[in-house]
């Protein structure tokens, strides 16, 4: 057994099909086929049960699998110790975020990152769910919530906060809004309610409000409805410094509370290079929401 193997064993087992083992690898799908084949048979055993509904771990694979990212941990480390990390973050590495954050904070935020480290390549990726690092989506993840399952290193990153909101238009032209009773008289816009990923995402049925008007599962386009005058709606205090356009609702009445944690697979901790990066990325994020909700 050779490291390849166990690269494209992964690969597999985290894409759960040849082809999306295949894309991650630059493979064609029946080569990661014919590495399995022989990789299953050089262990005596079946590690994916096969499907129409792609691979799935057999006990053996489980098994495998965990000495497998240890090795992949134990190779990352020794790149790194053979490299050195003190200079600067250099190499890929992808972030997954709720649309939220991705629109509106990490661009600024990775975008100084990548200024002060040339060597350093970040992707982001953007989804209205949470990101699944067991499956390697990402190799870190911001999150709404702190997870409690899996072996995951988590750190709190930094409160952020949201208010109701609408176009100044929008108020004008429709009854006034002087309490959470008068809401009913307006188009509401905000999350799918069947499709919030996370509870606490779940603004407006802590409101008692029930029906969602106009409705989606990102953020950025109830932002854009929000800007056309479509109606009222929450809104992250760091978005809305690029929509001069929009005031708050009802202040007092309907001032919420999040926070933002930092997910990342707990054995990523040996490596300098991911810890460093993971903290640069935590620190510049505070900074970006401080400055943007105007708490510098």
Known sequence: MDWDDMRIFLATARGESLSAAGRTLRLDPATVGRRVARLEAGMGAPLFAKSPQGYALTGAGERLMRHAEAAEQAMQAAAEAVSGGEEGLSGQVRIGAPDGCANFVLPQVCARLSEENPDLDLQVVALPRVVNLSKREADMAVAVSAPTAGRLAVQKITDYHLHLAATRDYLAARPPVTSLSDLRDHRITGYIPDMVFDRELDYLADLGIERVH???????????????????????????????????????????????????????????????????????????????EGRN
């Open 214 to 292: 106009l409705a989606s599962n990102s953020v950025a386009v109830q932002f854009q409805w929000l800007r056309q005058g479509a109606g009222l709606g929450i809104v992250h205090d760091f978005a809305l410094s690029s929509a001069p356009d929009l005031v708050r609702v009802l202040p007092e009445a309907v001032s919420l509370t999040r926070a933002f944690y930092l997910v990342r697979h707990a054995d990523d901790r040996r490596l300098t290079r991911m810890t460093r990066l993971a903290q640069a990325l935590a620190d510049e994020i505070r900074r970006e929401v401080a400055r943007l």
